[in-house]
Nanobody, 125 residues
């Protein structure tokens, strides 16, 4: 069974930074052949796609609200993907979920193959 394990969430003041990590811990499962990225879900809101990096690591997708502030990267040797989040605002407060599917196309919840359990990010004003 594939397991995606997130870490790095926490409480930060507005304008601060956090770095999330997502490690694929299942034996024999490599992220080399999967697109991977992040969703987030704020309290009372639908889960939204935030960012995705493709198998080739080219042209990552970012939702408009995080462009210029968030950066996704992948370390294939560690089977881990990272989300660097800078200049955070209270609107970024949410549970952040790692997710994977075959490509970054249709980066919406119904198409996701595997999910992590999420990590809470809270940004205080």
């Amino acid at each position: 069974q594939v397991q995606l394990v997130e870490s790095g969430g926490g409480l930060v003041q507005a304008g601060g930074s956090l770095r999330l990590s997502c490690a694929a811990s299942s034996s024999g499962f490599t992220l080399d052949y999967w697109a991977i990225g992040w969703f987030r879900q704020a309290l009372g809101k639908e889960r939204e796609g935030v960012t995705c990096i493709s198998i080739s690591d080219s042209s990552p997708y970012y939702t408009d609200s995080v462009k210029g502030r968030f950066t996704i990267s992948r370390d294939k040797a560690k089977n881990t993907v990272y989300l660097q989040m800078n200049n955070l605002s209270p609107e970024d407060t949410a549970v952040y979920y790692c997710a994977t599917k075959d490509t970054c196309s249709n980066w919406y919840t119904p198409f996701i193959e595997y999910w992590g359990r999420g990590t809470q990010v809270t940004v205080s004003s």
